[in-house]
Protein backbone atom coordinates (compact mmCIF):
# COMPACT_ATOMS: atom_id res chain seq x y z
CA UNK A 1 0.00 0.00 0.00
CA UNK A 2 0.91 3.96 -0.02
CA UNK A 3 3.43 4.32 2.73
CA UNK A 4 1.49 6.33 5.53
CA UNK A 5 -1.97 5.42 4.18
CA UNK A 6 -3.41 2.52 5.83
CA UNK A 7 -6.44 0.29 4.70
CA UNK A 8 -9.57 2.33 5.58
CA UNK A 9 -11.24 -0.96 6.38
CA UNK A 10 -9.96 -4.67 7.13
CA UNK A 11 -12.11 -6.14 5.40
CA UNK A 12 -11.89 -4.75 2.27
CA UNK A 13 -11.18 -8.02 0.32
CA UNK A 14 -14.65 -8.80 0.94
CA UNK A 15 -16.22 -5.90 -1.20
CA UNK A 16 -14.52 -5.95 -5.03
CA UNK A 17 -15.38 -3.10 -7.22
CA UNK A 18 -14.65 -2.26 -11.37
CA UNK A 19 -14.50 1.39 -12.41
CA UNK A 20 -13.57 2.06 -15.90
CA UNK A 21 -12.25 5.03 -17.33
CA UNK A 22 -12.73 6.69 -20.69
CA UNK A 23 -9.80 5.36 -22.22
CA UNK A 24 -10.75 1.81 -23.40
CA UNK A 25 -14.59 0.76 -22.32
CA UNK A 26 -14.63 -1.80 -24.48
CA UNK A 27 -12.18 -3.66 -22.44
CA UNK A 28 -13.51 -2.85 -19.62
CA UNK A 29 -16.74 -4.14 -20.95
CA UNK A 30 -14.72 -7.45 -21.62
CA UNK A 31 -13.17 -7.96 -18.31
CA UNK A 32 -16.25 -7.27 -16.89
CA UNK A 33 -18.16 -10.59 -18.74
CA UNK A 34 -15.22 -12.33 -17.95
CA UNK A 35 -15.25 -12.15 -14.30
CA UNK A 36 -18.78 -11.97 -14.20
CA UNK A 37 -18.83 -8.98 -12.16
CA UNK A 38 -20.17 -5.74 -13.36
CA UNK A 39 -18.65 -2.85 -13.88
CA UNK A 40 -19.09 0.63 -11.02
CA UNK A 41 -21.69 3.14 -11.79
CA UNK A 42 -19.27 5.97 -12.63
CA UNK A 43 -19.71 9.60 -14.44
CA UNK A 44 -16.37 10.46 -16.21
CA UNK A 45 -16.99 13.39 -17.96
CA UNK A 46 -16.05 16.86 -19.45
CA UNK A 47 -16.59 20.22 -18.28
CA UNK A 48 -16.95 22.78 -20.92
CA UNK A 49 -13.55 23.99 -20.54
CA UNK A 50 -12.37 20.69 -21.42
CA UNK A 51 -11.14 19.70 -17.60
CA UNK A 52 -12.38 16.34 -16.40
CA UNK A 53 -15.17 15.83 -14.37
CA UNK A 54 -15.51 12.62 -11.99
CA UNK A 55 -17.99 11.05 -9.53
CA UNK A 56 -18.14 7.71 -8.32
CA UNK A 57 -21.76 6.73 -7.79
CA UNK A 58 -21.58 3.69 -5.64
CA UNK A 59 -20.12 3.65 -2.08
CA UNK A 60 -16.55 2.17 -1.97
CA UNK A 61 -15.78 2.69 1.24
CA UNK A 62 -13.34 0.00 2.35
CA UNK A 63 -13.64 -1.72 -1.25
CA UNK A 64 -11.19 -3.62 -3.17
CA UNK A 65 -11.12 -1.27 -6.21
CA UNK A 66 -9.63 -1.98 -9.55
CA UNK A 67 -9.44 1.47 -12.08
CA UNK A 68 -9.27 -0.01 -15.75
CA UNK A 69 -7.36 2.69 -17.43
CA UNK A 70 -4.72 2.08 -20.33
CA UNK A 71 -2.70 5.11 -20.52
CA UNK A 72 -2.77 5.42 -24.30
CA UNK A 73 -3.29 8.07 -26.77
CA UNK A 74 -4.61 10.85 -26.23
CA UNK A 75 -1.89 10.16 -23.10
CA UNK A 76 -1.62 13.08 -21.35
CA UNK A 77 -6.16 13.15 -20.95
CA UNK A 78 -5.83 9.39 -20.08
CA UNK A 79 -3.07 10.07 -17.59
CA UNK A 80 -4.94 12.66 -15.89
CA UNK A 81 -7.96 11.56 -15.78
CA UNK A 82 -6.69 8.44 -14.18
CA UNK A 83 -4.82 10.36 -11.77
CA UNK A 84 -8.34 11.52 -10.56
CA UNK A 85 -9.92 8.58 -10.49
CA UNK A 86 -7.22 7.14 -8.07
CA UNK A 87 -7.95 10.51 -5.97
CA UNK A 88 -11.50 10.14 -6.03
CA UNK A 89 -11.37 6.85 -4.78
CA UNK A 90 -8.93 7.82 -2.08
CA UNK A 91 -10.68 10.39 -0.70
CA UNK A 92 -14.18 8.46 -1.09
CA UNK A 93 -12.24 5.76 1.79
CA UNK A 94 -11.55 2.76 -0.76
CA UNK A 95 -9.87 0.27 1.39
CA UNK A 96 -7.32 -0.67 -1.88
CA UNK A 97 -6.77 0.72 -5.18
CA UNK A 98 -5.31 -0.69 -7.77
CA UNK A 99 -4.48 0.65 -11.50
CA UNK A 100 -4.84 -1.31 -14.25
CA UNK A 101 -3.20 -0.28 -16.88
CA UNK A 102 -2.72 -2.61 -19.98
CA UNK A 103 -0.58 -0.32 -21.87
CA UNK A 104 1.83 2.23 -20.00
CA UNK A 105 2.50 5.76 -21.44
CA UNK A 106 5.50 6.94 -21.61
CA UNK A 107 7.63 4.02 -20.99
CA UNK A 108 10.03 4.15 -24.11
CA UNK A 109 11.51 7.13 -21.96
CA UNK A 110 12.86 4.66 -19.30
CA UNK A 111 16.06 6.44 -18.89
CA UNK A 112 18.34 9.69 -19.37
CA UNK A 113 19.74 8.36 -22.70
CA UNK A 114 21.02 12.39 -23.58
CA UNK A 115 21.49 15.69 -21.40
CA UNK A 116 18.65 17.47 -20.56
CA UNK A 117 16.36 15.09 -20.91
CA UNK A 118 13.44 13.86 -18.53
CA UNK A 119 12.81 10.42 -17.48
CA UNK A 120 9.30 10.05 -18.70
CA UNK A 121 8.10 6.62 -16.97
CA UNK A 122 9.44 7.95 -13.46
CA UNK A 123 7.62 10.73 -13.78
CA UNK A 124 4.44 8.60 -14.25
CA UNK A 125 5.13 6.10 -11.44
CA UNK A 126 5.30 9.10 -9.21
CA UNK A 127 2.25 10.50 -10.12
CA UNK A 128 0.18 7.57 -9.23
CA UNK A 129 2.43 6.82 -6.17
CA UNK A 130 1.56 10.47 -5.23
CA UNK A 131 -2.03 10.57 -5.72
CA UNK A 132 -2.82 6.76 -4.02
CA UNK A 133 -2.45 4.07 -5.47
CA UNK A 134 -2.08 0.93 -3.54
CA UNK A 135 -0.79 -1.40 -6.69
CA UNK A 136 -0.28 -1.51 -10.38
CA UNK A 137 -1.24 -4.30 -13.12
CA UNK A 138 0.37 -3.77 -16.44
CA UNK A 139 1.13 -5.75 -19.22
CA UNK A 140 4.04 -5.68 -21.73
CA UNK A 141 5.58 -2.50 -20.78
CA UNK A 142 8.24 -1.46 -23.15
CA UNK A 143 10.81 -1.77 -20.57
CA UNK A 144 10.34 -4.12 -17.37
CA UNK A 145 12.70 -2.20 -14.96
CA UNK A 146 10.21 0.51 -14.62
CA UNK A 147 8.49 -1.30 -12.27
CA UNK A 148 11.67 -0.56 -10.10
CA UNK A 149 10.12 2.96 -10.24
CA UNK A 150 7.37 2.71 -8.43
CA UNK A 151 7.26 1.83 -3.99
CA UNK A 152 4.21 0.50 -4.24
CA UNK A 153 3.79 -3.38 -5.62
CA UNK A 154 3.74 -3.71 -9.24
CA UNK A 155 2.48 -6.96 -11.24
CA UNK A 156 3.75 -7.46 -14.42
CA UNK A 157 2.00 -9.34 -17.01
CA UNK A 158 2.81 -10.79 -20.51
CA UNK A 159 0.57 -10.93 -23.32
CA UNK A 160 2.42 -13.90 -24.67
CA UNK A 161 -0.26 -16.41 -23.77
CA UNK A 162 -3.31 -15.36 -25.34
CA UNK A 163 -0.37 -14.57 -28.72
CA UNK A 164 1.11 -18.24 -28.61
CA UNK A 165 -2.44 -19.63 -28.58
CA UNK A 166 -3.58 -17.84 -31.84
CA UNK A 167 -0.38 -18.78 -32.89
CA UNK A 168 -0.29 -22.41 -32.18
CA UNK A 169 -3.72 -22.75 -33.49
CA UNK A 170 -2.05 -21.68 -37.25
CA UNK A 171 -0.25 -25.28 -36.97
CA UNK A 172 2.79 -23.41 -38.16
CA UNK A 173 5.50 -25.83 -39.82
CA UNK A 174 8.92 -25.22 -40.15
CA UNK A 175 8.51 -21.97 -38.00
CA UNK A 176 11.23 -19.27 -37.43
CA UNK A 177 10.70 -16.56 -34.28
CA UNK A 178 12.02 -13.46 -35.47
CA UNK A 179 12.82 -10.22 -33.24
CA UNK A 180 12.60 -6.45 -35.50
CA UNK A 181 15.85 -5.57 -33.11
CA UNK A 182 18.43 -7.02 -30.67
CA UNK A 183 15.98 -5.42 -27.94
CA UNK A 184 13.37 -7.96 -28.51
CA UNK A 185 16.13 -11.02 -27.88
CA UNK A 186 14.26 -12.58 -24.51
CA UNK A 187 11.04 -11.91 -26.05
CA UNK A 188 11.65 -13.70 -28.91
CA UNK A 189 13.58 -16.32 -27.75
CA UNK A 190 10.58 -17.00 -25.28
CA UNK A 191 8.39 -17.48 -27.59
CA UNK A 192 10.89 -19.59 -29.86
CA UNK A 193 10.88 -21.96 -26.66
CA UNK A 194 7.63 -22.61 -26.69
CA UNK A 195 7.26 -23.09 -30.09
CA UNK A 196 10.19 -25.20 -30.62
CA UNK A 197 11.25 -22.52 -33.40
CA UNK A 198 14.28 -21.10 -34.29
CA UNK A 199 15.84 -18.02 -33.71
CA UNK A 200 16.47 -14.82 -35.97
CA UNK A 201 17.42 -11.24 -35.35
CA UNK A 202 17.12 -8.00 -37.84
CA UNK A 203 19.67 -5.93 -37.32
CA UNK A 204 18.86 -2.52 -38.10
CA UNK A 205 20.17 1.24 -37.67
CA UNK A 206 17.80 3.74 -36.33
CA UNK A 207 18.26 7.03 -38.51
CA UNK A 208 15.40 8.93 -36.26
CA UNK A 209 12.42 8.01 -34.32
CA UNK A 210 10.17 7.39 -36.86
CA UNK A 211 12.29 6.09 -40.03
CA UNK A 212 14.99 3.26 -39.62
CA UNK A 213 17.33 1.49 -41.78
CA UNK A 214 17.66 -2.28 -41.84
CA UNK A 215 21.20 -3.72 -42.47
CA UNK A 216 20.45 -7.50 -42.46
CA UNK A 217 19.34 -11.26 -40.63
CA UNK A 218 21.24 -12.93 -37.92
CA UNK A 219 19.78 -16.26 -38.42
CA UNK A 220 18.38 -18.65 -41.54
CA UNK A 221 14.90 -17.75 -42.60
CA UNK A 222 14.57 -18.57 -46.00
CA UNK A 223 11.90 -21.49 -46.53
CA UNK A 224 11.03 -20.88 -43.26
CA UNK A 225 7.84 -19.71 -41.93
CA UNK A 226 8.46 -16.74 -40.07
CA UNK A 227 6.85 -14.97 -37.20
CA UNK A 228 7.52 -11.97 -36.25
CA UNK A 229 7.28 -10.57 -32.61
CA UNK A 230 7.46 -7.09 -30.38
CA UNK A 231 5.52 -5.44 -27.91
CA UNK A 232 3.91 -2.94 -29.69
CA UNK A 233 3.47 -1.44 -32.97
CA UNK A 234 3.87 2.44 -33.17
CA UNK A 235 4.63 4.18 -36.56
CA UNK A 236 4.93 0.56 -37.72
CA UNK A 237 8.86 1.41 -39.18
CA UNK A 238 10.66 -1.16 -37.43
CA UNK A 239 7.61 -4.17 -38.27
CA UNK A 240 7.27 -3.15 -41.38
CA UNK A 241 10.97 -2.94 -42.46
CA UNK A 242 11.36 -6.32 -40.99
CA UNK A 243 8.45 -7.73 -42.80
CA UNK A 244 10.18 -6.43 -45.90
CA UNK A 245 14.12 -8.01 -45.21
CA UNK A 246 12.75 -11.00 -44.14
CA UNK A 247 10.65 -11.46 -47.00
CA UNK A 248 13.82 -10.52 -49.29
CA UNK A 249 15.70 -13.19 -47.72
CA UNK A 250 13.38 -15.92 -48.59
CA UNK A 251 10.59 -16.37 -45.86
CA UNK A 252 7.67 -18.04 -47.37
CA UNK A 253 4.63 -17.38 -44.60
CA UNK A 254 5.41 -13.88 -42.78
CA UNK A 255 3.20 -13.57 -39.27
CA UNK A 256 3.55 -10.36 -36.96
CA UNK A 257 2.23 -10.77 -32.84
CA UNK A 258 2.41 -7.55 -30.87
CA UNK A 259 1.04 -7.00 -27.67
CA UNK A 260 0.17 -3.30 -27.76
CA UNK A 261 -1.18 -1.35 -31.19
CA UNK A 262 -0.12 2.12 -30.94
CA UNK A 263 -0.67 2.60 -34.74
CA UNK A 264 0.52 6.50 -35.03
CA UNK A 265 1.92 8.81 -37.68
CA UNK A 266 2.33 6.52 -40.98
CA UNK A 267 1.67 3.05 -39.24
CA UNK A 268 -1.43 2.38 -41.28
CA UNK A 269 -0.01 2.91 -44.38
CA UNK A 270 3.23 1.12 -43.49
CA UNK A 271 1.64 -2.12 -42.35
CA UNK A 272 -0.73 -2.15 -45.17
CA UNK A 273 2.08 -2.24 -47.72
CA UNK A 274 4.21 -4.73 -45.64
CA UNK A 275 4.19 -8.18 -47.08
CA UNK A 276 2.87 -9.86 -43.47
CA UNK A 277 0.15 -12.55 -43.88
CA UNK A 278 -1.42 -12.56 -40.27
CA UNK A 279 -1.11 -9.81 -38.33
CA UNK A 280 -2.14 -10.15 -34.34
CA UNK A 281 -2.45 -7.56 -32.24
CA UNK A 282 -4.41 -7.63 -28.48
CA UNK A 283 -6.85 -5.10 -27.29
CA UNK A 284 -4.64 -3.75 -24.58
CA UNK A 285 -5.66 0.11 -26.83
CA UNK A 286 -9.02 0.60 -28.41
CA UNK A 287 -7.74 -0.23 -32.23
CA UNK A 288 -9.96 2.88 -33.86
CA UNK A 289 -7.87 3.42 -36.76
CA UNK A 290 -5.59 -0.41 -37.31
CA UNK A 291 -5.45 -1.43 -40.10
CA UNK A 292 -8.07 -3.38 -41.87
CA UNK A 293 -6.49 -6.99 -41.96
CA UNK A 294 -5.30 -7.06 -37.74
CA UNK A 295 -6.79 -9.66 -35.92
CA UNK A 296 -7.39 -8.79 -32.54
CA UNK A 297 -6.40 -11.27 -29.62
CA UNK A 298 -8.07 -10.38 -26.61
CA UNK A 299 -6.50 -9.94 -23.28
CA UNK A 300 -9.14 -9.74 -21.26
CA UNK A 301 -9.45 -12.93 -19.80
CA UNK A 302 -6.11 -12.81 -18.75
CA UNK A 303 -6.46 -9.65 -16.70
CA UNK A 304 -10.08 -10.34 -15.68
CA UNK A 305 -8.06 -13.75 -13.87
CA UNK A 306 -5.33 -11.49 -12.57
CA UNK A 307 -7.69 -9.13 -10.96
CA UNK A 308 -9.89 -11.90 -9.79
CA UNK A 309 -6.38 -13.54 -8.32
CA UNK A 310 -5.35 -10.29 -6.64
CA UNK A 311 -9.03 -9.90 -5.00
CA UNK A 312 -8.53 -12.91 -3.22
CA UNK A 313 -4.80 -12.71 -2.28
CA UNK A 314 -3.77 -15.80 -4.86
CA UNK A 315 -0.60 -16.21 -6.80
CA UNK A 316 -0.41 -14.60 -9.97
CA UNK A 317 3.36 -15.77 -10.85
CA UNK A 318 1.98 -18.49 -13.60
CA UNK A 319 0.18 -16.07 -15.21
CA UNK A 320 3.08 -13.06 -16.13
CA UNK A 321 5.69 -16.10 -16.03
CA UNK A 322 7.77 -15.44 -19.48
CA UNK A 323 9.39 -18.40 -19.65
CA UNK A 324 13.09 -17.53 -18.78
CA UNK A 325 15.82 -18.80 -21.22
Request: hydrophobic letters at 40%; a negative charge; glycine letters at 12%.
Given at each position: MTAGRP???PGYSDKIRLIAGTAHPELARRISEEMDLPLSDAHVGRF??????IKINVDVRGSDCFVIQPTCPPVNENWIELLLLIDCLRRASAGRITAVMPYYGYARKDRKDEGRVPISAKVVANTLTATGVDRVLTLDMHAAQIQGFFEVPVDHLYAKPVLLKAIQDLEIENPVVVTPD???IKMARSYAKVLGADLAIVDKRRVSGSE???EHVIGAVADRNVIIVDDMISTGGSISEAAR???KHGAKQIMIAVSHGVFCGPAVERIDACPADRIFVTDTIPLRNAPARVEVVSVASLLG???R???ESKSISSLFDETPD
Open positions: HTAPDGEIDVGGITVIVRMSINLH
